[in-house]
């Protein structure tokens, strides 16, 4: 963290008050603060009540085993049927549900009684395949119907999915694939990208094949690939299975069975400081209950009038939550756009906007910086005056993004919610209240209510207002996770050791309390990028660098990056056998691509620097911090405990 960033966010003194029509009309009321602070408990329990229970709950928190949480222990759901069945009983199943557009312009809007229909025979059709609560299904699918109809029949048969977000390589495929001990993997033959159709299946069988060092992957009995590319795709009789083969055959008779409020929904992995992803598993009554209230609250979602749009993929975690199992369980109308925002044309997402009247809308900051260097030109060529509400998460976004998100997309008018949470909180938990909180452009601002929060030292001492310091959380939430996948003690030592004995989670991230106690955050505090608000683990970069044959040693770092937010860059020292063969130029080509085929695409470094060694401390660990300092062209800071001080010299005469 930077003395110059802080400096920076003092300068900050904007505000924006919400307008008293606004407020007027909104979901979330100022009160809701003072009866989750009369009554934690109870306030969630009340939350807990909108939806429903095939046997009410009689237990809130069970928190004696610490931290392993129990919420609404003694409760039974149906997550698929909260999210489906339920509103089609209450009569509203002629209310659609997704209006889906495909990147080449194809369009389908699929009510609420349709898609329950579609998930009760995927829940047949797996059943058939052996599928019984319990088991794991990876889903590795575009965005189209067919994913969330997917992942709703898992939840629906008490299945617990894994969904692969579609950008990541066979590689990364096999090894969530194997680690969650799949049973069935959903696919598509490819989906469209870029005015491309990017395979998916190839990849799926790649992954299901002899993989070196592993063998076959044993635990797949059957892969289901909807067809939606059209490319090419190569066949296992036995094992492999077409969706319009066996999906429209299968009854569309389902009886949702009751599950207990902790029974397993989904994992979903994500980077951390070492080399291997963690499955963050969740689970089924809290989650629900906070992604459903807080999608409510924080977009002050209206589902009888709204047309809600967020941007993100069922891959991350807020595909699960605000595409997913909180719009949809609050009975929303939704846009599902399977592309990327410049296909066909710069204006695409806006076109989609003024299309569907789009009321509100949710987003990443990478996505907001990038259409602000295109310029306001192109938004200005559609009607976005249906938009009343604006998100942002993933990442911090700075006050200039605010404010051109703020004018050219808002018109000045719409409430920006600057949103806080993370694989493992599952929902929202920092965030301004539209129609209460008075905003200030990049500061994601106020715990919601119901959750606790603070800002503390090394020691979880609270640093107090105008200082900078940890994020933790003070107390459990209902949508926590509830572990690692097969990793407890990790689980443990990742977020709870730090604070032991405080009983605080550490969140990861540095985060600073202005005057009012508003909260800004600083970005991570390990070894953890943001890349385009999507987390990558430098250690996991630099293992799938040191994989390669060229490579002797590898530092990845996070630079920072005006669209990115950061950037990978990349410092490798290579085996003098190939420097000797190969430009320094080719090899770092090479490795580019590589890292993108270990990982996947948004892995692949921006720079990579060949270079002839690499600064370290005594004890032999890597000086990320000096790398950074040249990667993001600054003087080199402190190197007095660098076993050689003259290493940087060198590393800096290189780079530049
Ligand atoms: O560093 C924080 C950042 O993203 C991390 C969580 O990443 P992930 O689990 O992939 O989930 C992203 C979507 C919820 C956090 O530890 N982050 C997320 N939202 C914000 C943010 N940083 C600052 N402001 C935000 N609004």
Redesign the pocket.
């Known amino acids: 963290m930077s003395s110059s960033q802080i400096d920076h966010l003092l300068e900050e003194t904007r505000r924006f008050a919400p307008s008293a029509e606004f407020a007027a009309g909104a979901v979330a009321t100022a009160a809701l603060y003072e009866q989750a602070a009369a009554d934690r408990e109870g306030f969630w329990a009340e939350q807990a009540r909108a939806l429903h229970w095939h046997t009410p709950f009689t237990e809130v928190l069970d928190w004696s085993n610490p931290p392993f949480a129990r919420w609404f222990g003694d409760g039974e759901l149906n997550v698929a049927y909260n999210c489906l069945d339920r509103h089609v009983e209450a009569g509203r199943g002629g209310r659609v549900a997704l209006l889906w557009e495909g990147e080449p312009g194809d369009e389908r809007a699929v009510t609420y009684a349709e898609l329950a229909d579609e998930v009760k025979r995927v829940a047949n059709v797996l059943t058939g395949l052996g599928v019984a609560a319990g088991d794991r299904v990876a889903i590795y699918l575009p965005m189209i119907p067919e994913a969330v109809a997917a992942m709703l029949a898992c939840a629906r048969i008490g299945a617990i999915h894994s969904v692969v977000f579609g950008g990541f390589s066979a590689d990364s495929l096999r090894a969530r694939i194997d680690d969650a001990g799949a049973k069935v993997v959903i696919t598509a033959d490819g989906g469209y990208r870029k005015g491309k159709v990017s395979p998916l299946k190839p990849a799926v069988d790649l992954a299901l094949g002899e993989r070196p060092g592993l063998g076959a992957q044993q635990t797949v009995e059957h892969v289901l690939v909807v067809r939606r590319g059209g490319n090419d795709v190569e066949w296992n009789d036995g094992r492999d299975l077409w969706w319009h083969d066996v999906v429209p055959q299968a009854s569309a008779e389902h009886e949702a069975a009751a599950f207990p409020a902790e029974h397993p929904l989904f994992i979903l992995y ?1 980077s951390g400081t070492t080399g291997t992803p963690k499955g963050i598993l969740h689970t089924s009554g809290g989650y629900l209950t906070q992604a459903a209230f807080t999608n409510r609250i924080v977009h002050d979602l209206h589902p009888e009038t709204d047309v809600y749009w967020c941007t993100a993929d069922i891959g ?3 595909g699960h939550s605000y595409v997913v199992y909180g719009p949809l369980a609050n009975g929303a109308t939704q846009v599902l756009y399977e592309g990327t925002p410049d296909t066909p044309h710069p204006g695409r997402w806006w076109e989609i906007v003024q299309k569907y009247g789009v009321t509100i809308l949710y987003t990443a900051p990478t996505a907001i910086r990038s259409f602000m260097k295109i310029g306001r030109k192109v938004p200005r060529r559609f009607d976005l005056t249906s938009l009343r509400v604006l998100g ?5 976004i700075n006050p200039e993004a605010w404010m051109w998100y703020r004018r050219i997309i808002g018109g000045k008018t719409a409430p920006i919610v ?7 909180t599952g929902a929202i938990m920092v965030s301004a209240l539209p129609g209460i909180t008075e905003t200030k452009p990049g500061s ?1 601002q106020v715990p919601l209510p119901g959750i606790s929060i603070d800002v503390v030292d090394e020691d979880g001492a609270h640093v107090g207002n105008g200082n900078g310091g940890l994020l933790v959380i003070t107390e459990p939430w209902p949508s926590m996770l509830r572990g690692i996948w097969g990793d407890p003690e990790r689980f443990v030592a990742t977020y709870w050791e730090k604070f032991q004995r405080l009983g605080y989670y550490f ?3 540095g985060a600073r309390l202005d005057q009012d106690g508003d909260v800004w ?1 600083l ?2 505090v390990d070894d953890v990028m ?1 890349v385009s ?3 990558l683990s430098t250690t996991e970069i630099e293992s799938a660098l040191v994989a390669h044959e060229a490579v002797a040693e590898a530092a990845v770092v996070g630079a920072s990056d005006e669209t990115t937010g950061q950037a990978v860059v990349a410092f490798v020292i290579v085996k003098e056998s190939y420097l000797a063969e190969h430009s320094p130029e080719g090899l770092a080509g090479a490795l580019r691509l590589w890292v993108g085929e270990q990982i996947g695409p948004i892995a692949r470094p921006r720079d990579v620097y060949i270079v002839g060694e690499l600064p370290k401390t005594r004890s032999g660990k890597i000086m990320r911090r000096l790398l950074r300092d040249v990667a993001e062209g600054r003087d080199v800071g402190d190197t007095t405990t660098l076993a050689d001080a003259a290493v940087m010299n060198v590393i800096s005469a290189q780079v530049h």
Do not use: L
């Open positions: 994500t991350w975690i807020t942002s998460v993933g990442e911090p600057d949103t806080w949470w993370q694989t493992e994601a969140a990861g991230d955050f970005g991570r943001n608000g999507h987390r």
